[in-house]
């Protein structure tokens, strides 16, 4: 049986998680990418994950990506 990793849904509210419960981030604030990866990779998602949360965070407005940083908005504050 072929098991399927998580969607690109669930992967962009594990970044929302990790922004706003586990580095206590609010509207506005901005955090290194690294920072929200190495939480992210830390319980076993992959980079794979990482980089489809982002996109798809980004592309409905819950994330803003700034060179090597992401700031929370308000939509992504609210999805938590």
Avoid at 19 to 36: K, S
Avoid at 55 to 62: L, S
């Amino acid at each position: 049986m072929m098991t399927t990793g998580p969607t690109p849904v669930e992967a962009a509210k594990r970044v929302l998680m990790i922004l706003v419960e586990i580095l206590h981030r609010t509207p506005g604030d901005a955090v290194r990418l690294d920072t929200v990866q190495t939480q992210f990779l830390s319980d076993a998602w992959t980079l794979v994950d990482f980089q489809s949360g982002l996109t798809y965070a980004a592309q409905h407005h819950w994330i803003k990506m700034h060179d090597r940083e992401t700031v929370l908005t308000d939509r992504g504050f609210a999805k938590v």
